[in-house]
């Protein structure tokens, strides 16, 4: 039902941005709790993915255009939950930028770049994506 649809595209996003802001609330005031190397680093990180640095305006236009074809996939895939992974995760780390001037990442373990729960929400709902697009059923006949 288009309701029941409605209310989780709204519901996935608000919970990834509200647990990830709250972690990254706790990781600025130093109250995560450090297992092994989890959360030893908190960076604050300018860049987009692995800290690559791009001028403010190319980070502007790449922002616009992946939040307009976010929702222009959503309007196309609506039962596809990646698509609301992804939105959760690029919207808690727009709010970062906006209020912080960075991205605040938290979470560290191997030799993997710090990263924070929207990068996670990001990644597996790209994947989740990805996936769905190859098992999906083809109802163009």
């Known amino acids: ?5 409605v209310m989780w595209a709204f519901i996935i996003p608000s919970v990834i941005i509200a647990l990830d802001q709250i972690l990254k609330f706790l ?3 130093n109250l995560l709790p450090t297992v092994g190397d989890f959360f030893e680093t908190i960076s ?12 403010s305006f190319i980070f502007l236009l790449l922002w616009v255009i992946s939040i307009t074809a976010i929702l222009y996939l959503l309007k196309f895939e609506k039962g596809n939950i990646g698509l609301l992974f992804v939105l959760g995760g ?3 780390n727009i709010i970062d930028r906006i209020f912080h001037g960075c991205v605040i990442d938290y979470i560290s373990f191997l030799n993997i770049p710090t990263f924070n729960l929207a990068d996670t929400a ?8 990805v996936l769905n697009s190859f098992f999906q059923k083809d109802t163009t006949n």
């Open 122 to 129: 990001i990644c597996l709902g790209i994947g989740w994506f």
């Open 90 to 92: 690029a919207v808690s």
């Open 1 to 5: 039902n288009v309701q029941t649809k």
């Open 27 to 29: 990781a600025n005031k």
């Open 44 to 55: 604050c990180n300018t860049g987009i993915a692995f800290g690559v640095q791009l001028p």
